[in-house]
């Protein structure tokens, strides 16, 4: 009970009448009577220091404090570790980043509060008495201010301080109250108005829940009822409430505790049956048998008798009496009543060997009580680590693997137990922790609203220093879609830094019980000690699953990069049956989204457009740098001497010479980005004049050389042609105008002797 960091008494509502209250405690506290008390004879059967260290007594054989050695560590081995992850695998940030936190605060909280002496308290009651109870309060000492005192306590509860309302099934429980004893002095503290009432305070004795002899308390009972919605504190003897509060947690299941580990409980109740009441028959009859041993086995000693003086019965008596190993031969005054004639014949030894057969015929009658102890319990030999050499491997396999399915239910209501645990003191933790907290205990690679908002404005008062400044001027009128692209790198680093996932907002999201349950999953590792080669086998698994599924798919995503988000969810649903652990599974989605960065970044780096623009970025940058340097040496310039100015010349003369190289790289790049807009609108023009789009001109090298050749061949023929017309052309123009005088002079006809025409004559006149 916390008796410090709760709300004083006299905050809260007048109290209620605390009749009805106390007839629940005492009807609960009737109706597990029988087990409590069964459970007193069970822990003192285990460990009773008094009865152990007792040398008088009968012998016995500590069975059932071997098997329950044997038994605890095997449902429980090693302190749970909680697991917090995104519900839903979309590698969002902010339930990432939440989920991180979350479970960094968890880790510190299992550490500080002793996580593993808490849940051996638990395991012990669960394996002993069949139930073990958690108990989990917050602490918040001064206030919101005084952060660094928050904290998530985590208790064992006494079987004896723990109650609930009878019911069959524990959804159906409507209460529950854990007992506390407190001083006056912490009563008065803690429920001031409780100085006018008449508490019955009782001496506390020795032995009991460890406290002294002589100090006075008096029993309280914190009640939780999720009818009511109330928390009530009562006492008895008194008739009101100590106080009434409304719940200071607002947990989903109501109660500050998960449902107890149950081990075996009496159908339709929650009554707890321990396990011992299954085997107490034969535990009994086993420590009968030992007895029995023991007594025989002290007899068993060499005894005889020889001449001497006494009767025969007391020398018998004596024989049997005498526990001295040495006392061998006891001597007898009548001895001739044996008839002794020799001397061989003159010691009677008494008949040990009846004495040694009833021995053994118990032994093996309580070996076989002990099988069946085992046999009722399910410790096999292999779970108590004994194996039989002639068996072969199957058998030993077959035996540890139904030993474990006996107690494989008891190793999952630890897990469960340990998991709840996480689950309450992380809704604690989500809704109640201040983010100084979080700072403290889960050191989280995070900002708060306030340095993003610092950085903000030193990023923008750098930006101003830049813009008013003379280079900044110089730049933006010489340059001014340099200066504008710088202004926007500035606001986009500005965006992203505003974007950033703030601890405010990790707090927020924690905060929203609903957005929680949805987008968060808390878990806890095994509390089961691993066994080493199942261990082994289960690794040597996944690394081949792993290693054949990234062959496979390896030559896929550097053929295609796209295909790359195809491969991760091939990847994951090959993994997916395996546990591999929060940091291998982490790394498993971020191979992922690296993958598909990296394919994205291939698909921009095959953008032409979007590589010709950057090269002209940073050439532009590059150039504009070179710029403001060589400016700069022209006005150191003017006030070096000496070396200085030399060296300052020196240094201005290689700037500009990087200058001179930048200019012609970029005037390369420029001829080769016109040579490929030139080839580009060539390609246009052959897809219109009927090649295929695809059509390279790497292609068809051959042809392309054969009809370059025919074409130089044409137009050598051509020109041929052209300078035969060129030297023949006065001839030609001679002839024609001869051919047109002729055609234009007067012409007469020619007749012969007869006078018919023969032909037609030029009349040439004078000529």
């Not at 220091?49 to 007792?54: G, H, K, N, V």
């Not at 949805?518 to 996944?542: A, G």
């Not at 995503?557 to 990847?571: D, I, N, T």
Request: glycine content about 4%; aromatic content about 6%; proline content about 5%.
């Amino acid at each position: 009970m916390d008796t410090e960091g709760d709300t004083p008494a006299e905050k809260q509502e007048t109290p209620t009448d605390a009749r009805p209250w106390l007839a629940e405690i005492d009807r609960s506290t009737r109706y597990f009577q029988t087990y409590n008390e069964k459970c007193d004879k069970i822990d003192d059967l285990y460990a009773d220091l008094e009865a152990l260290a007792d040398s008088g007594g009968d012998r016995e054989l500590q069975i059932f404090w071997a098997n329950l050695e044997v038994l605890k560590p095997s449902v429980y081995a090693r302190p749970p570790v909680p697991v917090v992850s995104p519900k839903w695998k979309d590698m969002k940030e902010l339930p990432r980043k939440a989920s991180e936190i979350l479970e960094r605060t968890l880790i510190s909280t299992f550490d500080l509060e002793d996580i593993d002496a808490t849940m051996r308290l638990i395991r012990d009651d669960f394996v002993i008495n069949a139930r073990g109870v958690p108990w989990i309060r917050y602490e918040a000492a001064g206030g919101p201010e005084n952060y660094f005192s928050e904290k998530v306590c985590i208790e064992h509860l006494d079987r004896g301080d723990f109650l609930h309302s009878i019911a069959r099934k524990w959804k159906e429980n409507w209460w529950a109250a854990r007992g506390a004893w407190l001083t006056p002095e912490q009563m008065r503290k803690r429920f001031p108005k409780s100085k006018g009432f008449n508490i019955q305070y009782t001496e506390r004795q020795i032995g009991s829940e460890g406290e002294e002899t002589g100090i006075k308390k008096a029993r309280v009972w914190e009640i939780w009822s999720k009818t009511d919605r109330k928390v009530f504190f009562v006492t008895p003897g008194v008739e009101d409430c100590l106080d009434v509060q409304d719940p200071w947690l607002d947990l989903e299941g109501f109660f500050p505790c998960p449902r107890p580990a149950y081990g075996t409980i009496k159908r339709r109740t929650l009554l707890p049956v321990p396990d011992f009441v299954y085997y107490k028959d034969q535990l009994e009859e086993i420590n009968e048998l030992t007895a029995r041993i023991s007594a025989l086995a002290e007899s068993l000693r060499m005894k005889g008798l020889v001449p001497g003086g006494g009767d025969i019965a007391d020398a018998v008596d004596l024989a049997m009496s005498d526990l001295d190993n040495r006392a061998l031969l006891v001597p007898v005054k009548n001895f001739a009543a044996f008839g002794a004639a020799t001397l061989r014949d003159s010691i009677v030894w008494l008949p040990i060997e009846k004495v040694a057969q009833v021995i053994r015929e118990l032994v093996e009658l309580r070996r076989q009580m002990i099988d069946d102890v085992y046999q009722v319990t399910g410790l096999s030999d292999i779970i108590r680590g004994a194996t039989d050499p002639n068996e072969t491997l199957g058998a030993q396999q077959l035996k540890s693997q139904w030993g474990s399915v006996r107690i494989r239910d008891r190793q999952q209501e630890l897990v469960r137990v340990a998991r709840d645990i996480g689950r309450i003191a992380g809704e604690i933790i989500a809704e109640n922790f201040q983010p100084q907290t979080f700072m403290e205990m889960a050191q989280p690679d995070i900002k708060t609203r306030q340095q993003v908002a610092q950085e903000v404005q030193m990023i923008q008062q750098q930006a101003q220093e830049v813009a008013f400044s003379q280079q900044g001027q110089q730049m933006a009128s010489e340059n001014p879609e340099m200066a504008q692209q710088a202004v926007q790198k500035v606001q986009q680093q500005i965006q992203e830094l505003q974007q950033t996932i703030t601890l405010e907002d990790v707090v927020q999201l924690l905060r929203d019980q609903k957005m929680r349950t949805f987008m968060l999953d808390i878990e806890t590792d095994s509390t089961i000690q691993p066994d080493e080669d199942s261990d082994k086998q289960r690794r040597t698994e996944f690394l081949t699953a792993l290693g054949s599924t990234m062959a496979q798919l390896a030559p896929m995503v550097a053929q295609q990069p796209k295909s790359a988000e195809f491969a991760g969810e091939v990847l994951k649903f090959a993994v997916a049956p395996f546990r591999a652990g929060r940091e291998l599974e982490g790394a498993i989605e971020q191979f992922v989204e690296d993958s598909k960065s990296v394919a994205n970044q291939q698909d921009q780096k095959q953008d032409p457009e979007v590589m010709r623009a950057q090269a002209e970025m940073q050439m532009k940058q590059q150039q504009f740098q070179l710029d403001t340097q060589i400016e700069q040496k022209k006005l150191d310039l003017q006030t070096a001497d000496g070396e200085s100015k030399a060296r300052i010349e020196q240094e201005k003369l290689e700037m500009e010479r990087q200058k001179l190289e930048l200019e012609q790289r970029r005037h390369e790049q420029d001829m080769i980005q016109r040579e490929k807009e030139r080839e580009a609108g060539l390609k246009s023009e052959l897809v219109k004049a009927g090649f295929p789009p695809d059509y390279s001109f790497d292609q068809d090298k051959e042809q392309m050389s054969a009809m370059m050749a025919r074409i130089e061949q044409s137009d050598a023929a051509m020109a041929q042609m052209i300078s035969i017309v060129s030297e023949n052309q006065s001839a030609i123009v001679q002839g024609l105008s001869e051919l047109a005088k002729a055609m234009t002079a007067p012409k007469r006809v020619v007749r012969d002797a007869a006078g018919d025409v023969v032909g037609v004559e030029m009349d040439r006149g004078d000529e």
